[in-house]
T-cell receptor, first 113, second 115 residues
Framework: DQQVKQNSPSLSVQEGRISILNCDYT??????FLWYKKYPAEGPTFLIS?????DKNEDGRFTVFLNKSAKHLSLHIVPSQPGDSAVYFC????????????FGKGTRLHILP | NAGVMQNPRHLVRRRGQEARLRCSPM?????VYWYRQLPEEGLKFMVY????????ESGMPKERFSAEFPKEGPSILRIQQVVRGDSAAYFC?????????????FGQGTRLTVV
């Protein structure tokens, strides 16, 4: 049973435009959400997170939006740059239960020149 | 402040041998997670440990796999009698835990190849 779902395996976006990566979750107890970026042959690196008490968190070019009623979050990257080409993982945690972090399957983002 | 250190980076084992993967968490982190990534797949949760305790091992295969995080020293993921299907990248992450807002930091991974 996949609790964190990233339904788009890949996404291509023109350089300079906005990249929007989507994520859905099923467990209503999740209260902390994270996005990680991964290059080939490297470990994932943390990008940005959001607590369930917020609906938006911004850090430079990266903004995460959380819609609790829809159990949906999205990562916006604007403007997109060539170095943003990577696999992006959405993750979630139920901190009231434990700190286990559950990951989605990832979305491969290609930034086109 | 060193990050999460995993070794070895690459490990080759013959079928039936044992594989031992090591993970040293970031300084001050008492929570360790192990994930497996198969080719073309995402990060699959295996086990979550705190010092000397296994908190959640629901993602670990019931046989041949074990993990520990002793009071002193690194966390160890041990795979006995490896089979070809164990070939994957194994990632360790650490966090402060305790319900804080800190994220988990990942190591570079160990790529296990079973021949």
């Amino acid at each position: 049973d996949q609790q964190v779902k990233q339904n788009s395996p890949s996404l291509s976006v023109q350089e300079g435009r906005i990249s929007i990566l989507n994520c859905d979750y099923t467990n209503s107890m999740f209260d902390y959400f994270l996005w990680y970026k991964k290059y080939p042959a490297e470990g994932p690196t943390f990008l940005i997170s959001i607590s369930s008490i917020k609906d938006k968190n911004e850090d430079g070019r990266f903004t995460v939006f959380l819609n609790k009623s829809a159990k949906h979050l999205s990562l916006h990257i604007v403007p997109s740059q060539p170095g943003d080409s990577a696999v992006y993982f959405c993750a979630a945690s139920d901190r009231g239960r434990d700190d286990k972090i559950i990951f989605g399957k990832g979305t491969r983002l290609h930034i086109l020149p | 402040n060193a990050g999460v250190m995993q070794n070895p980076r690459h490990l080759v084992r013959r079928r039936g041998q044992e594989a031992r993967l090591r993970c040293s968490p970031m300084k001050g982190h008492s929570h360790v997670y192990w994930y497996r990534q198969l080719p073309e797949e995402g990060l699959k949760f295996m086990v979550y440990l705190q010092k000397e305790n296994i908190i959640d091992e629901s993602g670990m295969p019931k046989e041949r796999f074990s993990a520990e995080f002793p009071k002193e020293g690194p966390s160890i993921l041990r795979i006995q009698q490896v089979v070809r299907g164990d070939s994957a990248a194994y990632f360790c992450a650490s966090s402060q835990g305790g319900g804080s807002n800190t994220e988990a930091f990942f190591g570079q991974g160990t790529r296990l190849t079973v021949v």
